[in-house]
Nanobody, 114 residues
């Protein structure tokens, strides 16, 4: 079992920056790929970015160049640095980890508004 807890969401002005964190606990040695997803109310959860255990990253086209995903395997943490934020980035952001199963955090709200 893996538990994921996100933090760092909040309100930010357009053009601003925000960082999210995700702390993993439990069977962390079984974790492979980790990722961030986001969901806007009424829509499906969309992929944002992923990172392998060796550090290979992949981004959705609409965040490429603005978001940076990183992880610390020793501390079992995942981060997402977001910049040049716009209203379209407003969503609940979820941490994801693939271990023996798929694991999700509870989500953290990011609101981009003036």
């Amino acid at each position: 079992q893996v538990q994921l807890v996100e933090s760092g969401g909040g309100l930010v002005q357009p053009g601003g920056s925000l960082s999210l964190s995700c702390a993993a606990s439990g069977s962390i040695d079984t974790i492979g790929i980790m990722a961030w997803y986001r969901r806007v109310p009424g829509k499906q959860r969309d992929f944002v970015a992923s990172i392998t255990k060796s550090g290979d990253t992949y981004y959705a086209d609409d965040v490429k160049g603005r978001f940076t995903i990183s992880r610390d395997n020793a501390k079992a943490t995942l981060a997402l640095r977001m910049s040049s934020l716009s209203a379209e980035d407003t969503a609940v952001y979820y941490c994801y980890a693939r271990a023996w199963d798929d694991y999700w955090g509870q989500g953290t709200q990011v609101t981009v508004s003036s």
